[in-house]
T-cell receptor
Framework: GAVVSQHPSWVICKSGTSVKIECRSL??????MFWYRQFPKQSLMLMAT?????????EQGVEKDKFLINHASLTLSTLTVTSAHPEDSSFYIC??????????????FGDGTRLSIL | QKEVEQDPGPLSVPEGAIVSLNCTYS??????FMWYRQYSRKGPELLMY????GNKEDGRFTAQVDKSSKYISLFIRDSQPSDSATYLC??????????FGKGTRLSVIA
């Protein structure tokens, strides 16, 4: 069964709207979650690493003020796309790990959120 | 040279064929090797996970890692139309984020 739940699965909204995506770890406590973005027919691009109780680590080129990440509990991380524009339309996927100790492997992914900005 | 190279395909095979999917990598420090299957508009699903050279088998799937050649493979026996998907290899060093291949699109024709 699924170990990572992501919600919503699909969002369509107007330009300028802020959209929040939730990622829940169902079977285990996750100190680290990852947020990816995927364009059609392309591989996953890591956006940021979300750490419980501390600030997220963003990859180069990802605007931290645009993509707000909150990881307030061991089972929930949220990604908020602020003032979304059509170029933010993409498939956003979160992942977490069932690994023990300091190892973050293997990672399990949510089913993704398809974001369409009109 | 990219860290992980994977032929994007598409690869089309008849039902029942043996499928071979491959990735090469340049970073000899990679320790963990994974294969994910991704259906259209879904998140990647973990198929195989290995951390040493050699073979690992799970049902119709066999993952092979050759660290000396920096080469990993996924074999699918008795392929089914339901195996049609994009297959992503991924690897990492310890606690670092995964590095993905581009993914290979597979179509199994009934």
């Amino acid at each position: 069964g699924a170990v990572v739940s992501q919600h919503p699965s699909w969002v369509i909204c107007k330009s300028g709207t802020s959209v929040k995506i939730e990622c829940r770890s169902l079977d285990f406590q996750a100190t680290t979650m990852f947020w990816y973005r995927q364009f059609p027919k392309q591989s996953l691009m890591l956006m940021a690493t979300s750490n419980e109780g501390s600030k997220a680590t963003y990859e180069q080129g990802v605007e931290k003020d645009k993509f707000l990440i909150n990881h307030a509990s061991l089972t929930l991380s949220t990604l908020t796309v602020t003032s979304a524009h059509p170029e933010d339309s993409s498939f956003y996927i979160c992942s977490t790990s069932s690994g023990t100790g300091s190892e973050n492997q293997p990672q399990h992914f949510g089913d993704g959120t398809r974001l369409s900005i009109l | 040279q990219k860290e992980v190279e994977q032929d994007p395909g598409p690869l089309s095979v008849p039902e029942g064929a043996i499928v071979s999917l491959n990735c090469t990598y340049s970073n000899s420090a990679f320790q963990y090797f994974m294969w994910y299957r991704q259906y259209s508009r879904k998140g990647p699903e973990l198929l195989m996970y290995t951390y040493s050279s050699g073979n690992k088998e799970d049902g119709r799937f066999t993952a092979q890692v050759d660290k000396s050649s920096k080469y990993i493979s996924l074999f699918i026996r008795d392929s089914q139309p339901s195996d049609s998907a994009t297959y992503l290899c991924a690897m990492s060093v310890g606690n670092t984020p995964l590095v993905f291949g581009k993914g290979t699109r597979l179509s199994v024709i009934a």
